[in-house]
Structures are given as structure tokens and as C-alpha cells.
């Protein structure tokens, strides 16, 4: 069970962490070689960086709309039961979601074209996932209130969603400064899936109405489909208790990251404009692209209507004549008229494509000779950084099974001579309305550290939190000499 736990602590730190994936902290925080990731036509600074393998670029993100655990689980003199009904089972819609999403970079690096100074090639690889489960409202009041006092309402099967997968992504950037006024960029993509679920688009109800010959009539119509690839495997590696487990997990881990499991490309473009002397505008759309999942495949469809009125019970002289039989003839009828089904029909997976957009102002003279009062000095190298101080706002959007989620955020941004950069923000999305965030970037000599956190009056108290994002990263880069 060693390789087990170690598995699922793995997916925990790849997956969690919705999820909605923005990095508005690292979005154009150029001193950063990771925010090429964000925008392939980002300014570039450098002659070359290479990232540490396994620190260069670590994020997580967790997060909840429409409810906390403190809403569940404080101790304000609330009988639980009640704070469930009223806070989750009614107080959340099937546009809540829950989730978390993570990204790992494995190796990275770039470099200055010697023959071209103005193109700067980037390369690398890194895991990412994300999980994300929307609210089914209709099925949760089903369950917690029962359909007895629900008579003639249909309750939706199109409030289940949910998916999630893990993915392993090799790329390989082109950024070309084309004039003094503009910066673009393409990246491109090979992705290995290890494992992906996903079901949206669901229909059908069920319903009960007053029956004819009986007390009730239960109705289902259901059209439901979820889609799977590379989970049978991993769910019978995971049941293994033998030995043999603690060799196969880890090579089936590694053969379906290394290009071994469903494959895909994709896409990322973005510029950089300068609008006047101290103004900019950016752009980046990232994961144009998809995944073709044609081996160990495996969907489940629930397809097909069925009524049934039930137990012919006459009251009250057949209460004490039940029996269990019963009970599973009932089951086996609706199974009858609506079978759930498999297959292993292969199937095209969509990337969560994303949106950046920025306007960023610069003010205050920079001066190369300026120093912050610390003890760490830059050896003695200029930095080709143009600003002192910034203002801007960001948009950021992100296409989800429920359509697409935005976040909006206003930015200022310092340094602090060569050796400090700093960027504080302030960003509205589903999950709060009252999101700061800072992030800082330290140069000493030639190594770059960087440390980013989300939402941090959240901090105080994270069980009444809504969301929570941490970045760090550390790097080897040279500065373009000025």
C-alpha cells in the first residue's frame, strides 16, 4: 500500500489546489521567466534562464463558490443538519462549483538567438490537472428531502458535471521582439494525457406523480455519458496489494506521462504593444488544442425512460409484509428499462482554452544606480528593466463545462533597484469579491526566486475562506546586458 499512498498524495499535490487557474500575480510580471508560460509575447528581459528541475515553478489553487467550511462546520449554536439544508442543499445552484487545480514544472529553460538577438527561444516541460464539481442541486435536494413531498417536480440530470484529469505538457516557445513598439510570441504544444474524466451535457429527469393503481408512479428519463481514459488502469493498479504494485504504478505513471498515454497538441500566442512612452497593452490565448483518448478508453452511458409504479402495498395490513425481494425487484425493473452501458469509443477532449488581457502604465523615473537597503547585491550587473512603478488592470478568462468563468483584477507593481520586484493585487472573480495578492521577485546574483499568494485576508482565517493560490519558484537567468 506504500506506492498507493504515494500515488495519491501525488495526484493530491497535481490536482488539487478550480480552479480557475488564474495567475494574475505572474501574468506580465516579466523579471519572472515563468510568465512566458502566461504570455508568449512577453518582454524579455534575459540572455538565457534555465529553471531548477522540480522548483523552478510550483502552483496550487483551491477554491469554492457560493460557500466555506467555516459555513458548515463553525460552532455558532446552529444544529448542523440545518445549516446543511439551508446553506448547501439550498443555498448552492448547480453554477457552484468545487475543485482545485495545480501545475509542477519538471525542466525549463531559454535562450538569446546568436544570430537573431531579437528572438528568444523557450522549452520545457511540466504536469498539470484540475478538478472541478459542480453543484447538483436537483439530485442533492432529491437525496436530503426524499420525493414525498416533491410530487409532480422533475428533477434535472443537467446539473451533473463534473470532470478532471491529470496531463503531462512538452513545449517549445518562439518570442521575437519585431520593433521597439512590439513583442509576440508562439508556443507550442504536445500534450500526454495520464488520465482525464469528464461529464457534461447531461439530460433527462426523474420525477413521481400520483399513480393510478398505487400510491405513486416514478418516472426516469436519462440521457447521461461519462467519458474516461486511463482510469480502469489506474483504478486496478490502485487495487493491487501485491508487491508487483510497487513497480508497475510508478512505470505506468511515468510511461503515460512520457508520451506513453493519449496524445494531443495545442497551441499558445500572445503579444506585447507599446501604446505610448510609458503604456502597454497585452495579449495571450493559451491550450488551443485537444486530445485524442483511443486507448484504455472506457464511457459510461445511461440512456433510455422507464416508469414504474412501485410496491402494490395496501395500508396499513401490508406494512408488516415487506420483504427485501420486493425492494430488489423494483431495482432490477428500472435496470431493465434503462441498462447502464460501456463502451470504448475513442473521443476528442477540448483544452480549457484561457484569455489574458492587460493595460499597464509606468511612472517614475527609473534610475539603474538605484538600490533597495538590502544585503544581497546584484554582482555588479545592469538589469534591462524599463519601469519603476506600475499601474494597470487585467481580464482573465477561462472556458469551463458551465461556459466561461472571468476574473477581473487592478495591479501595482515596484522595484526596488536590481535586486526586488514587487506586485500587489486586487482581483474580483466567483469566488471573492475581496481578493489581495502579492508577489515578490528577488534577484541575487544569478539566481531568481519568486514567491506569489492569493487571497491573503484569507489567510487569517482559511476554513472561512473561499479561495487560496501559492506560486514559488527559483531560477538561473542572465540579464540582457544594457
Known amino acids: 500500500m506504500r506506492w ?36 508568449p509575447g512577453v518582454i524579455t528581459p534575459y540572455q538565457w534562464h534555465a529553471g531548477v528541475p522540480l522548483l523552478s515553478g510550483l502552483s496550487v489553487q483551491a477554491g469554492s463558490s457560493g460557500i466555506a467550511v467555516n459555513d458548515i462546520f463553525a460552532n455558532d449554536g446552529i444544529d448542523f443538519t440545518t445549516k446543511f439544508r439551508e446553506r448547501v442543499v439550498n443555498g448552492l445552484s448547480p453554477n457552484d462549483v468545487i475543485g482545485g ?29 484540475f478538478i472541478a464539481q459542480y453543484w447538483p442541486s436537483d439530485l442533492a435536494q432529491l437525496a436530503f428531502e426524499g420525493n414525498a413531498n416533491n410530487i409532480g417536480r422533475r428533477f434535472q440530470f443537467n446539473h451533473l458535471t463534473t470532470g478532471g484529469e491529470a496531463v503531462n505538457v ?28 469528464t461529464s457534461k451535457g447531461n439530460d433527462g429527469y426523474f420525477v413521481t406523480t400520483q399513480g393510478e393503481n398505487n400510491i405513486l408512479r416514478n418516472t426516469v428519463v436519462a440521457d447521461v455519458t461519462m467519458r474516461t481514459s486511463g482510469v480502469e488502469s489506474l483504478l486496478e493498479l ?24 493519449n496524445l494531443g497538441v495545442g497551441l499558445d500566442f500572445g503579444f506585447t ?52 425481494d420486493i425492494w430488489q425487484d423494483l431495482v432490477d425493473d428500472f435496470e431493465e428499462r434503462i441498462p447502464l452501458d460501456t463502451n470504448a469509443d475513442a473521443f476528442f477532449s477540448l483544452r480549457p482554452t484561457q ?25 555588479g550587473r545592469n538589469i534591462n528593466i524599463d519601469y519603476k512603478n506600475a499601474v494597470g488592470a487585467q481580464l482573465f478568462m477561462i ?18 533597484g ?9 482581483t474580483m472573480d466567483k469566488y471573492s469579491f475581496a481578493n489581495l495578492g502579492l508577489g515578490v521577485s528577488m534577484q541575487a546574483g544569478p539566481v531568481n526566486f519568486y514567491l506569489m499568494a492569493d487571497n491573503l485576508l484569507g489567510y487569517q482565517n482559511l476554513p472561512a475562506s473561499n479561495y487560496a493560490s501559492l506560486q514559488f519558484g527559483l531560477n538561473i537567468l542572465s540579464w540582457n546586458p544594457n
Open 273 to 324: 504593444k507599446r501604446l505610448g512612452s510609458n503604456s502597454y497593452f497585452t495579449i495571450s490565448v493559451l491550450d488551443i488544442g485537444f486530445i485524442y483518448h483511443n486507448n484504455d478508453v472506457k464511457n459510461y452511458t445511461l440512456n433510455g425512460a422507464g416508469t414504474n409504479e412501485g410496491i402494490e402495498i395496501i395500508l396499513p395490513e401490508d406494512l408488516g409484509n415487506l420483504s427485501v
Open 399 to 416: 472556458h469551463r463545462p458551465r461556459g466561461p468563468q472571468a476574473a477581473l483584477t487592478a495591479f501595482y507593481q515596484k522595484r526596488l
Open 238 to 261: 490502485l487495487g493491487d496489494d501485491t508487491l508487483a504494485q510497487s513497480v508497475e504504478l510508478p512505470r505506468w505513471l511515468l510511461g503515460r506521462s512520457l508520451l506513453g498515454g
Open 355 to 379: 484569455l489574458n488581457a492587460s493595460y499597464r502604465y509606468h511612472f517614475g523615473e527609473y534610475s539603474k544606480k538605484s538600490n533597495c537597503d538590502c544585503d544581497i547585491a546584484p554582482s
Open 170 to 197: 512538452f513545449h517549445f516557445g518562439i518570442n521575437r521582439q519585431i520593433n521597439n513598439r512590439l513583442t509576440a510570441g508562439l508556443r507550442f504544444k504536445v500534450y500526454s494525457s495520464v488520465f482525464e474524466f
Open 418 to 426: 536590481n535586486v526586488l520586484a514587487l506586485k500587489g493585487t486586487y
Open 101 to 129: 487545480s495545480g501545475q509542477i514544472e519538471v525542466f525549463s529553460g531559454g535562450f538569446r538567438s546568436s544570430k537573431r538577438p531579437t528572438d528568444y527561444y523557450s522549452f520545457g516541460m511540466y504536469g498539470e490537472g
Open 4 to 39: 498507493t499512498n504515494t500515488f495519491l498524495w501525488f495526484i493530491a499535490l497535481w490536482t488539487a489546489g478550480v480552479t480557475a487557474q488564474n495567475k494574475q500575480l505572474l501574468y506580465d510580471f516579466y523579471e519572472v521567466p515563468q510568465s512566458l508560460l502566461l504570455n
